[in-house]
């Protein structure tokens, strides 16, 4: 398995501001994606962040308000811009290793006040 | 569209009982299907793996089977214990993207 951290592990935010998710890994992965846990909900995807390719983005989730930045293959950010209260949520971004298997991180726990 | 469906939604038992979580999926074109365990406001964990062309795994006290005609997995957990306390998650995997489609999830409590 990887080993993945994710930065902050959790903010309180005003509304209106933008919070940037850094997710690093200890290996060079390709496929990096980035899902959203609602409260009491389970996770949906927001992105795919694969190395030398710009993002791709799911039904319901624009550039303008995520932005996906993926330098390197064992680095990515997310950003959640313009923030709302509805925005609160658990951030994780995973990653697939030896083609199959889905890792995840820690999440970011963000609250939007 | 792919949509996963986990039965119960929450399950109760007293600690030593073998139980079975239940995941069904709509669309039998998967690659593969992964069992995870989140804990309460934490990340998760990668349980299982279950290949298309495989019809269970096991790990442990864990097993998991995959029936792909029918739309079904099932996560057996024998001898259950307080500690295997926690949200049991499946996902499928539709597609050479490797994007996953979550269940809604079971959450499990052992009783000591």
């Known amino acids: ?113 | 569209k792919q949509e996963v469906t986990q039965i119960p939604a929450a399950l109760s038992v007293p600690e030593g009982e073998n139980l079975v979580l239940n995941c069904s999926f709509t669309d039998s074109a998967i690659y593969n299907l992964q069992w995870f365990r989140q804990d309460p406001g934490k990340g998760l964990t990668s349980l299982l793996l279950i290949q298309s062309s495989q019809r269970e795994q096991t790990s442990g006290r864990l097993n998991a089977s995959l029936d792909k005609s029918s739309g079904r997995s099932t996560l057996y957990i024998a001898a259950s214990q307080p500690g295997d306390s926690a949200t049991y998650l499946c996902a499928a995997d539709s597609g050479s993207a490797r994007q996953l489609t979550f269940g809604s999830g079971t959450q499990l409590t052992v009783l000591p």
């Open chain 1, 1 to 113: 398995s990887a080993v993945i951290s994710q930065k902050p592990s959790r903010d309180i935010c005003q509304r209106g501001t933008s919070l940037t998710i850094q997710c690093q890994v200890d290996s060079q992965v390709t496929m990096m994606f980035w899902y959203r846990q609602q409260p009491g909900q389970s996770l949906t995807l927001i992105a795919t962040a694969n190395q030398g390719s710009e993002a791709t983005y799911e039904s319901g989730f624009v550039i303008d308000k995520f932005p996906i930045s993926r330098p390197n293959l064992t680095f990515s950010t997310l950003t959640v811009s313009n923030m709302s209260p509805e925005d609160s949520s658990i951030y994780l971004c995973s990653v697939v290793l030896w083609g199959y298997e889905q890792y995840f991180g820690p999440g970011t726990r963000l609250t939007v006040t």
